[in-house]
């Protein structure tokens, strides 16, 4: 069984491996930003960048996601003249956000004398072909989650060292069995006009 890819024992490693991969991505998207080390003073100082608030969409976090938050994201792509023809970015929300979403309606149907019920937006991909990612991971804090979109050209994600796996009996613990894992990477935000933190509320209502 230990030497199954397909056991419980290697499927529970394995994710635990995706959620740590998932959690230095969040962790990234707005961290300090390193730009090297000054030694004008004489301390050899590291200087850090901070996620610029520019880059935010309702910080604070005063209402729940809409589709109106997801243009306004858009809306600042374009301000910052990000080409969204040559890449599509990703929305990443959490499970709340997803259900504000899918309990709204958008107009799609454009012929205002028939009866028909508004369509509800496809959440797999926003209407214009965004994908949507949901997560339980996100930072969720006063009942304001922190969600993201970005293009992937934004995140660099660097693999330092390749996911490594070894099985092995433990005599000194009544043979038991032992899974060693290891794992090396790191992501970081290369442009930060490319990666917009959108704040929503949990506790407000749509």
Not at 186 to 202: F, M, Q, T
Request: proline residues 3%.
């Amino acid at each position: 069984m230990f030497g199954n890819p397909n056991s419980w024992i290697f499927r529970n490693v394995n994710a635990r491996y995706k959620r740590q991969q998932e959690d230095i991505c969040i962790d990234a998207f707005d961290a300090d930003v390193s730009e090297g080390f000054d030694d004008s003073n004489g301390d050899f100082s590291e200087t850090l960048v901070s996620f610029p608030s520019t880059q935010i969409i309702d910080s604070g976090g005063s209402d729940v996601m809409t589709y109106d938050k997801y243009l306004d994201a858009l809306e600042l792509f374009r301000e910052n003249n990000v080409d969204l023809r040559s890449e599509t970015p990703v929305l990443l929300i959490g499970p709340r956000q997803h259900r504000d979403l899918q309990d709204q309606n958008k107009l799609i149907n454009f012929d205002f004398v028939s009866d028909r019920n508004l369509e509800k937006i496809q959440i797999e991909g926003m209407p214009d072909g965004t994908p949507v990612i949901v997560s339980t991971r996100l930072d969720l804090s006063n009942s304001v989650r922190d969600c993201y979109i970005w293009l992937p050209s934004g995140m660099m994600y660097v693999t330092e060292e390749d996911f490594y796996q070894s099985v092995s009996t433990r005599n000194d613990r009544n043979d038991a069995t032992q899974i060693h894992t290891e794992h090396a990477s790191g992501v970081v935000r290369l442009y930060e006009e490319k990666v917009i933190k959108i704040e929503c509320s949990e506790v407000a209502t749509a």
